[in-house]
């Protein structure tokens, strides 16, 4: 069993790498945004108010935002919607206002804000706009996936169910900042399931599914069973020294020989996104409360600004 300390230095580890790594000059915007997510969520976890590796990267994300804007390829549907939204968050309580991310989510906003019922695959995003205080969303307009798989899809379905599932999950609890409430039956094969698929992706070393399904457990608010002890300490036991997780010798040499990933940057395609996620999953552990949302009681909702619905993203 990991003991706080253990989960402490693991996230200060990921966070000094991460830092560098997201402020690199060959790093992309995308990169510069992941980095950004993560070092965001250990300060969260760890309780720290300023971290010497925010700003830098803050200041590395919006210099490659505005190098994308000049050269017009800035294409904010070629991101994870909830990755900009979480970003356009921390940019904000840090002072800083792209206008391009703004406009982005309360475009976003305007569109699912007009429909009825808001479909399971936007869940996610509604749910972020619901937390982050914009109008026109309402929790009770998203409509959950009405085929969740059952235990037997589970645990033969491979990595794309099971992280489907485990969508579904984030949506319905608002990433942790509410409790699912019943009728969510759907969600039963799942808390069944959890324990075994979590360590059928960590024998496969999917280390991006097994983070996603340690934060569904704590989402679930699922006891800390043997098999999700063995999971997590699976997980410390896999990072580097310098802080980044996982050892990916054999993918990076085939990738490194293919030709389908030209300029394949192994830092940063491979360890980049996985340290990143593997930090928010043991974040979610070490904390006991919400680390993407905090709105105050009483606090007034955003509003929407005036821009037109982008019907490419409703439909």
């Not at 409360?289 to 982008?310: I, N, Y």
Request: aromatic residues 8%; hydrophobic residues 45%.
């Amino acid at each position: 069993m990991r003991d706080a300390v253990e989960l402490t230095d693991a996230l200060r580890r990921s966070r000094a790498w991460l830092g560098t790594a997201g402020a690199h000059p060959s790093a992309s915007l995308r990169h510069a945004l992941q980095s950004l997510f993560g070092v965001w969520v250990c300060t969260r976890a760890l309780g720290d108010d300023a971290p010497a590796e925010l700003r830098p990267l803050l200041d590395a994300a919006l210099e490659k935002l505005d190098d994308e804007l000049e050269a017009g390829s800035f294409d904010p549907y070629g991101y994870d919607p909830k990755l900009l939204l979480v970003c356009l968050r921390i940019f904000e309580r840090e002072r800083t206002q792209p206008a391009a991310l703004r406009t982005f989510a309360d475009s976003i906003a305007e569109a699912l804000g007009s429909l009825a019922q808001i479909p399971a695959g936007h869940a996610g995003v509604a749910a972020m706009l619901y937390q982050l205080g914009y109008p026109g969303i309402r929790a009770a307009a998203i409509v959950p996936a009405a085929d969740e798989p059952d235990l037997d899809s589970l645990l033969r379905g491979g990595p794309d169910v099971v992280r489907a599932a485990c969508s579904s999950v984030a949506a319905a609890s608002h990433f942790g900042a509410q409790r699912i409430e019943a009728p969510w039956p759907q969600f039963e094969g799942l808390r069944r399931a959890l324990p075994v698929v979590f360590l059928q992706s960590l024998r496969s070393y999917d280390l991006d599914t097994a983070a996603m399904l340690l934060r569904t457990s704590r989402y679930l608010r699922m006891r800390r069973s043997g098999r999700i002890e063995e999971g997590i300490s699976f997980l410390v036991d896999h990072q580097k020294h310098d802080g980044r997780f996982g050892f990916f010798a054999v993918e990076a040499s085939a990738l490194e020989q293919s030709e389908e990933l030209p300029g394949f940057d192994e830092v940063l395609t491979l360890y980049l996104p996985v340290t990143s996620t593997c930090a928010w999953a043991l974040a979610e552990q070490l904390s006991d409360r919400c680390l993407l949302f905090e709105r105050p009681r009483g606090r007034p909702r955003r509003r929407a600004g005036s821009v037109p619905p982008l019907p490419s993203y409703a439909s």
